[in-house]
């Protein structure tokens, strides 16, 4: 695929859209993400109906409530009444009021309901991803019938790759059709005849969005129903959607775990202030947790002016053990996102890390050992008379510092998840910062047993 050229803001909108009008939607966004939202929103008027709407349809368009804004009034109802409910609701609460009560007046009423609903439902929550607009049918229906509903009501519906079958007296879900077997099947047929004889699969418009994703992900499913406390659904979530979400999600969890607070936009659009509020936070946290670090050093002064050369493995030590505590928690960060394992594994991880941190340390210490053995010997460096004291000291020191690390990064996830926090919150730098520490006193303890009465 050939990539759009940036515009020339110099020509006119109308011919901007009509280099754009027979482009893919997602292309056209591309290309309007480049562009000034008032540039955006005149090429979007130049652009047939039809097409203004698909753009607007697509999560990816940045500052899409910024263009919604500068369109014309009389225009930009229709363009919100031809979107999906969904996506209508997520660039409401974008927009400020009361532009926003402005442009909910100018909205259908179904339209309007369906954004109203949407909106009780809080930003993490099925709910308030999913769609209203999908297809269902009463389980007296024929197959033939159930086609014929599809053809007259497609263009208004998300997607049909699902027909949800509900009970013609209570109206709750029976069935999930999946459209394959309807086409299939025998027009003068029941449709529950073409039904998968399993119960349908749901889940509540309350519950997290990871839990509908490992639903999706776990069945292959292109739309999951969403039902209320009696079996009425509500609305579906579909797979694309879900797919864009994780992908949001996934974002601000690397971003945390980067040792900063979540961005809201994309980078190029965040300001210059919003940066540094997002980033000096947890810059100052990390920095007077690392104070912690020097307070260790000023309690082994003494040791450390008696033995300099221990001075020369202090980097080596902290980056092992903080490095060790990251891999470990970026382990079990991802097995509980994707509940390989629960809360209650908490000592299974325990006693799986605890051989795994003395062997890694082991293999790093038998390293050490030698690197120093081969500069002494070489005449590289001269680590004093006492050098194969050191060696064994730095070794042993690694292997119980690499063994705490894994120990802390595996375990602070759970304790993070246990007492209501995001557990990508024990970001690297954190856990670094924690093995740092401790880290030193497990360094300078090992000296002490080892070179007591020699060096120190």
Known sequence: MNEIAPFDTRVDPSVLAARLSDERA???VEALNDEAPEVAAAILLGLPTERAIEVLDQPELDCAADIIEMLPRDRVAGYLSGMSADRVTDVFREIEEPGRSDLRARLDAETRGAVDRLSAYGEET???LMTTEFVTVPGTWTVGQTLEHIRHVEKT????????VLDPRTRALTKAVPLRRLISGDPSDNVLSVAPGR???AVSPTASREEAARLISKYDLLALPVVDAVGHVIGIVTVDDMIDAMIEKQTQDVQRFGGMEALPEPYMDIGFFTMIRKRAGWLCALFLSEMLTASAMQGFE???EKAIVLTLFIPLIMSSGGNSGSQATSLLIRALALHQIRLRDWW?????ELPTGIFLGAILGVIAVIRIVAWQ???LYDYGEHWPLVAATVG???VGIVTFGSLAGSMLPFLLQRIGFDPATASAPFVATLVDVTGLVIYFSVALLILRGTLL
């Open 26 to 28: 997602p292309d056209i």
């Open 157 to 164: 519906r998300e997607t049909i790759y699902a027909i949800f």
């Open 126 to 128: 099925v709910g308030s």
């Open 396 to 398: 042993a020191a690694l």
């Open 302 to 304: 003494g040791e450390l």
């Open 199 to 201: 119960r349908p699969l």
């Open 377 to 379: 010997k070489l005449g």
């Open 348 to 352: 299974r991880v325990a006693l799986r």
